[in-house]
């Protein structure tokens, strides 16, 4: 961010519940917003090129009685301007993810002969029926509640299947068990035209160890390489050895790290 150079006045202005403009000469020069995870946490965030703007959103944002403590909100590890701004107003480091690179290339990520076990298939991406998708992504986010919590997973996650508009199958690949047709493992995947992210990978926790994430993932990044992207982005959590194991050994190449802030 930068000093401000512009002589007129800023005025802050609340657009919606939770929501903030930066208004200079009726033009936006700064946005503002709080939302609610499904996990019941507040994240919050600020986006002004110029740090005066940026402190007057803050201040506005952060004296909403309707916003409680603890608040949240992410930060690029490597930007320290962005960053000291949030430690100014009291915001401390909770954790980091690693924002990761991964090849998609068999040769690569040694993945070519990856197969799922005995008695389970993979169905591509867009090949899911919602019903029972939706059905194993309630399961798999009870069995996360119940362990580690989702506040131990990526920062940025969809909201819940319970609402029937939100699914959408062609974003997700699945393992499915072949006698009894259930399905115990999925993958999403964000289509950022650029560079594809996968979103979650996750495999049922009676199911797991079993090779069905790398599986998974054999078809996922295989069916990407073949339509002629190289590389996808994942953001896997610090303190989640599983997954940071898993994506170390497909290759994957640790681009950034995100920081999670909050302040109490």
């Known amino acids: 961010m930068k000093p401000k150079n512009s002589s007129s006045p800023t005025g802050i202005a609340r657009v919606a519940d939770h929501q903030w403009h930066a208004l200079e000469d009726d033009q936006v020069v700064g946005r503002g917003e709080a939302w609610r995870r499904h996990d019941g946490r507040l994240f919050v965030s600020v986006d002004a090129w110029h740090d005066a703007v940026f402190d007057q959103l ?19 590890e490597s930007d320290l301007d962005l960053r000291s701004h949030w430690e100014r107003l009291g915001f401390t480091t909770l954790r980091r993810e690693w924002v990761c690179l991964v090849p998609t290339d068999p040769r690569t990520t040694g993945l070519g002969a990856a197969r799922p076990p005995s008695g389970v298939t993979i169905l591509p991406l867009g090949a899911a029926e919602k019903g029972p998708l939706r059905e194993l992504d309630r399961t798999i986010r009870a069995e996360v509640e119940s362990s580690v919590g989702w506040q131990e997973m ?13 699914v959408d199958p062609t974003k997700y690949a699945v393992a ?17 035209p650029r560079q594809p992210r996968i979103g979650l990978v996750a495999v049922r926790a009676d199911r797991q160890r079993r090779g069905i994430a790398r599986a998974l993932l054999a078809e996922v990044l295989g069916s990407l390489h073949r ?5 996808v982005s994942a953001e896997v959590a610090e303190r989640n050895a599983a997954a940071t194991a898993l994506f170390d050994t497909i290759g994957a190449e640790r681009a950034g790290s995100n920081l999670e802030v909050v302040l109490h």
């Open 176 to 192: 499915r068990e072949s006698e009894s047709g259930a399905y115990v493992g999925l993958l999403r995947v964000a289509p950022v």
């Open 58 to 76: 803050a201040g506005a944002l952060l004296a909403d009685a309707d916003l409680p403590r603890p608040l949240y909100t992410m930060v690029d």
């Open 154 to 166: 990526p920062a940025e996650v969809l909201p819940r299947l319970d609402d029937a508009t939100v």
């Open 227 to 231: 339509s002629g992207v190289r590389a």
